[in-house]
Nanobody, 124 residues
Framework: QVQLVESGGGMVQAGGSLRLSCVVSGRTARSYSMGWFRQAPGKEREFVAGIPRSLENTYYEDSVKGRFTISRVNAKNTVYLQMNSLKPEDTAVYYC?????????????????WGQGTQVTVSS
């Protein structure tokens, strides 16, 4: 059974930075394409960033392009989300997710495994 455990969330002022980490256990992270989603109160869960197992490209939701960076260190079974220039609208619970295959779709239902989420709060 694959488990994903996120960490690194917290409270930060607008313009600040946070780095989220997601540790994969149960199977090696290199077997999966990985993504980050977020869910704000009263809103649907939305795609934030994705990195395929092939490492060929990274993908971002438009509002975070140029501010967020997804990366992975397979030797550490860990995926990261570096978040810079944070805005109040980035406030949400952030979820790490994994799927088999080489694509990173923006669809919640396409992913096989989810972490428990980590809260990110950005104050103005």
């Amino acid at each position: 059974q694959v488990q994903l455990v996120e960490s690194g969330g917290g409270m930060v002022q607008a313009g600040g930075s946070l780095r989220l980490s997601c540790v994969v256990s149960g199977r090696t992270a290199r077997s999966y394409s990985m993504g980050w989603f977020r869910q704000a109160p009263g809103k649907e869960r939305e795609f934030v960033a994705g990195i395929p197992r092939s490492l060929e490209n990274t993908y971002y939701e438009d509002s975070v392009k140029g501010r967020f960076t997804i990366s992975r260190v397979n030797a550490k079974n860990t995926v990261y989300l570096q978040m810079n220039s944070l805005k109040p609208e980035d406030t949400a619970v952030y979820y790490c997710t994994a799927k088999s295959g080489y694509s990173v779709p923006k669809i919640v239902g396409a992913y096989d495994y989810w972490g428990q989420g980590t809260q990110v709060t950005v104050s103005s």
